[in-house]
């Protein structure tokens, strides 16, 4: 049927693909988990709605819903496991080679958290959680392939956060050298995680197409494909319980955590950073935390904006709120009592935080507006009996996720052993690759393996050559995303790019400078401690107006079109930004409804190279959590069929969603980055959730005692169904 059609040109099945020996999508172990066998076309059986079986390639995209038709599948229906609870039971296997739908587990203990808890005075327990929720970038994925059949050569342009990890996907599952693709990304309308790591079909079947049938393949995701494949986000639950002493100080952590998956793959780690994150900030001395990760019928989970770190800071700072409420005690002053390490450099910088935001006045006022609203002394315009609510929340970057101090605490001797295998994997994360060169015209290149996708590297990584080299910063192009032209790279994702990728630029500006202060040394006699490098000539270093040759004398000297440097820099960890968050929001009981009247940020980003920049990563990581506190969720029904597949079912934050963000810098310069600056990225976001859940919670106690939404998202219908709840 297809093959009659004049828009046809080729088809492929996941048999097609073994008879092939196309290998199977590439994993990532980054942590010790059971390998989900699947290729990019199901092979026998699907396990998720969207899961691709076919791949047709036709002349008009306008002719692909027709061909779609033609297509035949036949389907024998097996049972569905739609939800963590149905996984638990294990009656079906998503995979029939596991024992058990548990891809991963770990478990941290030290002190005996269960026999504090049975003795201590104050006791709290709490079940909370984050939806399931999707990235939704502007730009869905997208790939062109076109292959060159005389070099034998994959021409390869993707939607991709890491070309060089694109390419080592397509290598390993295509089973060719990794030479043989030249990956370019070019400017992409945002990734959020879900453009990371994740190998996808698509552009493992554009190569395949393309060599096939000698011509250009591309093809672009519609919404609803990237609602139903893309990789997903949080979906993380866990069971808390807190205890203080009579002092209000934590004495035990007692946590039962479990994520749907979905059908797993090297990329569901989550929970790992999650775990590394609720641990963080606080001085906790007994600690008894178990993590389940269970495979379910839905699309993978991978890295969301703050990938597991918004689900840490979610469950420990909305556990601090309810035990600060139950002993009374104000929620700033209980976190500041509990901060370990009080006289260490990076508790002292949390502290700073919390008494920058106590000092501003923002917090004194935000309780005060609350208390007179909810007297009636304050006024809605629109009317209605609104409810009025403060939250705070508090972010320890000095976590260091991937430092070998984190990772090791608590280790069973199973995981030592597979942290050993997986520690190249690592130090790629904290290394980057930066190559910066100069012509004999005094324009400087930057190569960076970081990928910019919106967040203003270009402009960043030039403010930096041009610092390092005394160079107009108008002389200086970036250049990325490119394998021809940066061999080597990680890519932009975990808040890494300005610590790791800056700092690359800075040591390759660094030994860029020295080599030529060098050769201008020995060629004019002179001592190099006399020389300085400005604006693309030596000149004298007391008298910097004084030029005694320049650059281009160098270049033809040595007999070279340009001078360049090389840096493969790699830090001992990687570290993210710290902050504290202050929300006030006005709660319509009635509706169900919130708005944020009020939104402050105490932000340590370490170094800011550009204010502007980081300010609107802030702001945008600020607005993604208001999206997940208040409305984002993906539901599906008992077959795991996707409900909330278009922008019509699945809402994200509007300008009219979207408060003013006051921000106040309290940077401290990251020692471990030679350019002195912490991961920002996705800081807004990691504390947002907090901030926003604890407000509504303030507010929704004040309209009925003992009313409180844990789950996030805190929709509507949650909070009219919390306020009627007759069980508490």
Same mark, same amino acid.
């Given at each position: 049927k297809l093959k009659s059609s004049p828009d046809f040109i080729?088809? %492929?099945?996941?048999?097609? %693909?073994?008879?092939?020996?196309?290998?199977? %999508?590439?994993?990532?172990p980054i942590l010790p988990h059971k390998p989900a066998d699947r290729y990019q076309l199901a092979v026998g059986k699907t396990r998720f709605v969207g899961e691709a079986v076919a791949a047709i390639l036709v002349r008009r995209k306008n002719a692909v819903e027709d061909l779609i038709e033609k297509v035949e599948v036949e389907y024998e229906v097996l049972p569905a496991v739609s939800s963590i609870e149905e996984s638990k039971k294990g009656g079906v296997l998503i995979y029939e080679d596991w024992d058990n739908n548990i891809p991963s587990s770990q478990t941290k203990k030290r002190g005996d958290a269960e026999s504090v808890i049975a003795t201590e005075p104050h006791v709290i327990s709490a079940w909370e959680g984050i939806a399931r929720q999707e990235a939704v970038p502007m730009e869905p994925r997208s790939v062109l392939v076109e292959y060159d059949k005389a070099a034998d050569i994959y021409e390869v342009y993707a939607t991709t956060q890491s070309v060089h990890f694109l390419r080592q996907n397509l290598s390993s599952e295509l089973k060719i050298p990794e030479s043989k693709f030249h990956v370019k990304v070019m400017d992409m309308g945002g990734g959020f995680g879900s453009k990371g790591g994740h190998s996808y079909p698509e552009p493992v079947l554009a190569c395949l197409l393309s060599k096939l049938t000698g011509i250009p393949v591309k093809w672009t995701a519609t919404r609803s494909e990237e609602f139903v494949e893309s990789a997903a986000g949080r979906d993380e639950y866990c069971d808390?319980?807190?205890?203080c002493d009579k002092n209000g100080r934590i004495v035990a952590l007692k946590g039962r955590m479990e994520c749907d998956v979905g059908v797993s793959d090297g990329m569901s780690f989550m929970s790992f950073a999650t775990v590394a994150y609720m641990l963080g900030t606080y001085e906790i001395p007994n600690l008894d935390m178990n993590v389940q990760s269970y495979a379910t019928n839905k699309m993978p989970v991978g890295p969301l904006r703050g990938a597991g770190r918004p689900e840490g800071v979610y469950f420990i700072e909305r556990a601090m709120d309810i035990m600060a409420k139950k002993i009374g005690m104000d929620p700033l002053e209980f976190r500041r009592l509990n901060i370990a390490n009080p006289e260490s450099p990076d508790s002292l910088g949390y502290l700073n935080l919390l008494d920058t935001l106590m000092e501003s006045g923002h917090y004194k006022e935000a309780l005060r507006w609350r208390d007179e609203f909810n007297s009636g002394n304050v006024k809605e315009k629109d009317g209605g009996k609104l409810t009025a609510g403060v939250g705070i929340s508090l972010l320890g970057g000095s976590a260091e996720l991937f430092s070998m101090r984190t990772i090791l605490r608590g280790m069973s001797l199973r995981g030592f052993v597979g942290l050993i295998r997986m520690l190249p994997r690592f130090r790629s994360f904290m290394s980057e690759y930066g190559r910066v060169a100069i012509n004999k015209n005094g324009e400087v290149y930057v190569y960076t393996g970081s990928s910019s996708h919106g967040q203003g590297h270009e402009t960043a990584f030039a403010q930096l050559a041009s610092e390092e080299l005394g160079v107009p910063i108008d002389k200086v192009k970036v250049v990325w995303g490119d394998t021809d032209q940066v061999p080597r790279g990680v890519g932009t994702f975990g808040s890494r790019s300005g610590a790791a990728g800056g700092s690359a630029v800075v040591d390759a500006s660094r030994r860029l400078k020295s080599d030529i202060l060098?050769?201008?040394?020995?060629?004019?006699?002179?001592?190099?401690s006399s020389l300085d490098f400005r604006n693309g000539n030596i000149v004298e270093a007391n008298h910097p107006h004084k030029i005694l040759i320049e650059v281009r004398d160098i270049?033809?000297?040595?007999?070279?079109?340009?001078?360049?440097?090389?840096?493969?820099?790699?830090s001992r960890s990687a570290r993210d930004a710290s902050a504290a968050h202050l929300c006030a929001v006005t709660l319509d009981p009635e509706l169900g409804s919130v708005k944020i009247v009020k939104y402050v940020v105490i932000q340590d980003s370490g170094r800011i190279i550009n204010k502007t920049i980081v300010e609107g990563q802030l702001h945008g990581g600020v607005v993604h959590a208001i999206g997940g506190s208040l409305f984002e969720?993906?539901?599906y029904d008992d077959q795991g069929n996707l409900l909330t597949g278009t922008m019509m079912d699945y809402n994200i934050p509007s300008a009219l969603d979207s408060p003013n963000i006051e921000i106040i810098h309290k940077g401290t310069p990251y020692t471990a980055a030679l350019n002195g600056v912490k991961g920002v990225g996705e800081s807004g976001t990691m504390a947002g959730y907090a901030a926003v859940m604890n407000a509504i919670n303030d507010a929704l106690d004040r309209v009925r005692p003992g009313a409180h939404i844990d789950l996030a998202p805190a929709t509507p219908d949650a909070i009219i169904a919390a306020i009627a709840d007759d069980s508490r």
């Amino acid at each position: 049927k297809l093959k009659s059609s004049p828009d046809f040109i080729a088809a %492929l099945t996941g048999e097609d %693909l073994v008879a092939k020996g196309v290998g199977k %999508l590439r994993d990532m172990p980054i942590l010790p988990h059971k390998p989900a066998d699947r290729y990019q076309l199901a092979v026998g059986k699907t396990r998720f709605v969207g899961e691709a079986v076919a791949a047709i390639l036709v002349r008009r995209k306008n002719a692909v819903e027709d061909l779609i038709e033609k297509v035949e599948v036949e389907y024998e229906v097996l049972p569905a496991v739609s939800s963590i609870e149905e996984s638990k039971k294990g009656g079906v296997l998503i995979y029939e080679d596991w024992d058990n739908n548990i891809p991963s587990s770990q478990t941290k203990k030290r002190g005996d958290a269960e026999s504090v808890i049975a003795t201590e005075p104050h006791v709290i327990s709490a079940w909370e959680g984050i939806a399931r929720q999707e990235a939704v970038p502007m730009e869905p994925r997208s790939v062109l392939v076109e292959y060159d059949k005389a070099a034998d050569i994959y021409e390869v342009y993707a939607t991709t956060q890491s070309v060089h990890f694109l390419r080592q996907n397509l290598s390993s599952e295509l089973k060719i050298p990794e030479s043989k693709f030249h990956v370019k990304v070019m400017d992409m309308g945002g990734g959020f995680g879900s453009k990371g790591g994740h190998s996808y079909p698509e552009p493992v079947l554009a190569c395949l197409l393309s060599k096939l049938t000698g011509i250009p393949v591309k093809w672009t995701a519609t919404r609803s494909e990237e609602f139903v494949e893309s990789a997903a986000g949080r979906d993380e639950y866990c069971d808390v319980t807190l205890a203080c002493d009579k002092n209000g100080r934590i004495v035990a952590l007692k946590g039962r955590m479990e994520c749907d998956v979905g059908v797993s793959d090297g990329m569901s780690f989550m929970s790992f950073a999650t775990v590394a994150y609720m641990l963080g900030t606080y001085e906790i001395p007994n600690l008894d935390m178990n993590v389940q990760s269970y495979a379910t019928n839905k699309m993978p989970v991978g890295p969301l904006r703050g990938a597991g770190r918004p689900e840490g800071v979610y469950f420990i700072e909305r556990a601090m709120d309810i035990m600060a409420k139950k002993i009374g005690m104000d929620p700033l002053e209980f976190r500041r009592l509990n901060i370990a390490n009080p006289e260490s450099p990076d508790s002292l910088g949390y502290l700073n935080l919390l008494d920058t935001l106590m000092e501003s006045g923002h917090y004194k006022e935000a309780l005060r507006w609350r208390d007179e609203f909810n007297s009636g002394n304050v006024k809605e315009k629109d009317g209605g009996k609104l409810t009025a609510g403060v939250g705070i929340s508090l972010l320890g970057g000095s976590a260091e996720l991937f430092s070998m101090r984190t990772i090791l605490r608590g280790m069973s001797l199973r995981g030592f052993v597979g942290l050993i295998r997986m520690l190249p994997r690592f130090r790629s994360f904290m290394s980057e690759y930066g190559r910066v060169a100069i012509n004999k015209n005094g324009e400087v290149y930057v190569y960076t393996g970081s990928s910019s996708h919106g967040q203003g590297h270009e402009t960043a990584f030039a403010q930096l050559a041009s610092e390092e080299l005394g160079v107009p910063i108008d002389k200086v192009k970036v250049v990325w995303g490119d394998t021809d032209q940066v061999p080597r790279g990680v890519g932009t994702f975990g808040s890494r790019s300005g610590a790791a990728g800056g700092s690359a630029v800075v040591d390759a500006s660094r030994r860029l400078k020295s080599d030529i202060l060098k050769s201008a040394s020995k060629m004019l006699g002179m001592g190099r401690s006399s020389l300085d490098f400005r604006n693309g000539n030596i000149v004298e270093a007391n008298h910097p107006h004084k030029i005694l040759i320049e650059v281009r004398d160098i270049l033809e000297k040595r007999g070279r079109a340009e001078l360049s440097a090389t840096s493969k820099y790699t830090s001992r960890s990687a570290r993210d930004a710290s902050a504290a968050h202050l929300c006030a929001v006005t709660l319509d009981p009635e509706l169900g409804s919130v708005k944020i009247v009020k939104y402050v940020v105490i932000q340590d980003s370490g170094r800011i190279i550009n204010k502007t920049i980081v300010e609107g990563q802030l702001h945008g990581g600020v607005v993604h959590a208001i999206g997940g506190s208040l409305f984002e969720k993906l539901v599906y029904d008992d077959q795991g069929n996707l409900l909330t597949g278009t922008m019509m079912d699945y809402n994200i934050p509007s300008a009219l969603d979207s408060p003013n963000i006051e921000i106040i810098h309290k940077g401290t310069p990251y020692t471990a980055a030679l350019n002195g600056v912490k991961g920002v990225g996705e800081s807004g976001t990691m504390a947002g959730y907090a901030a926003v859940m604890n407000a509504i919670n303030d507010a929704l106690d004040r309209v009925r005692p003992g009313a409180h939404i844990d789950l996030a998202p805190a929709t509507p219908d949650a909070i009219i169904a919390a306020i009627a709840d007759d069980s508490r």
